[in-house]
């Protein structure tokens, strides 16, 4: 179960972009993080497993971008071999959504893959 933080400066006027975006996160880091083949809980990745954390920093940070997409989730194998081109796909379609909303949004993906443990209560 991936989870992602959508990190942005307050007082940039990115709200409504950012309210936007963490709705359609979910779809786009599925596409691209899903392990092909594999079954859910093993790779294959729907929305309904993606977790979106939406953070405004009422401090922006020193040499932020507007938008900083900060990606947790297990490494995979296949998902670790083919992870720049991953990432590629993810950065490409957030620059897309934003583009077709009007909005030039400076901004980075970051993917960090680990071993984890997931437990629901």
Request: net charge neutral; charged share 30%; glycine share 6%.
């Amino acid at each position: 179960m991936p989870v992602a933080t959508l990190r942005y400066p307050a007082g940039r006027d990115l709200r409504k972009i950012a309210t936007a975006l963490s709705e359609r996160l979910p779809a786009i880091l599925a596409t691209h993080l899903s392990v092909e083949g594999a079954e859910v809980h093993e790779g294959a990745l729907t929305e309904k497993e993606i977790i979106v954390h939406v953070e405004r920093l009422e401090r922006p940070d020193i040499n932020g971008p507007d938008f900083q997409i900060l990606v947790f989730a297990h490494d995979y194998r296949k998902r670790k071999k083919t992870l720049e081109a991953r990432k590629d796909a993810i950065a490409a379609e957030v620059k897309q959504f934003c583009e077709e909303r009007g909005r030039r949004i400076s901004g980075f993906v970051w993917i960090i893959l680990a071993p984890t443990a997931f437990g629901d209560f």
